[in-house]
């Protein structure tokens, strides 16, 4: 009795134990798709009046990307609101282009706005001088236009800034009041 009783118990905890192993083998965790990596390519420093090169390769897993969308955000240092949105456009093995002429000297910013295939957002952002600009005059870049990795693909169009959560705050206690 004491035998079948053990067999009883035993065969399913062993069928169990079986199956846990079948399924955790079916069931592998998804592969989170890898960010595109984007150089820019554009030159640090340009000339003025000349039609410069908007340049950035997009490769992604080591394979040149060729399917990416690429804009390009410019504007002149302080002047933010004023930007210029450009669409790059492939030439060939993952270079993406678009021109622009800068017409007086000054300090420049430059997003590379890259997404690909598979909607991962990566914006990597370069400084650029146009001529022999008086830094005495260029006005501070915005600090929160910054260029981490968390920033710009996990808050970008969010406002998560702690002066929104503050400000909600206030208003929640002047309705108290």
């Known amino acids: 009795m004491k035998k079948w009783l053990l067999a009883l118990v035993a065969v399913p905890v062993l069928l169990v134990g079986c199956g846990d192993k079948k399924e955790s083998a079916d069931l592998k965790e998804p592969e989170m798709p890898q960010i595109p990596e ?23 897993g080591g394979k040149k990307v060729d399917d990416a ?3 390009f955000e410019v504007w002149e240092s302080g002047k933010r609101d004023e930007s210029k949105m450009m669409d790059g456009k492939l ?27 598979n909607g ?21 870049e915005d600090e929160k236009a ?8 996990m808050n970008h ?20 009041h």
């Open 146 to 153: 910054s260029n981490s990795m968390d920033d710009n693909m």
């Open 38 to 60: 984007v150089e820019i390519l554009t030159p640090k420093e340009v000339a003025i009046n000349e039609t410069i090169e908007l340049a950035a390769r997009v490769e992604q």
């Open 91 to 117: 030439e060939k093995d993952g270079v993406y282009k678009a021109t622009t002429t800068f017409d007086h000297d000054g300090v420049y910013y430059m997003f590379a706005h890259t997404t690909s295939a």
């Open 120 to 140: 991962i957002h990566n914006m990597p952002k370069q400084q650029i001088t146009a001529g022999k600009p008086d830094m005495t005059k260029v006005l501070p």
């Open 157 to 176: 169009g969010n406002d998560t800034s702690d002066d929104a959560e503050h400000s909600e705050h206030e208003k929640n206690e002047e309705n108290h």
């Open 69 to 71: 969308s690429v804009q």
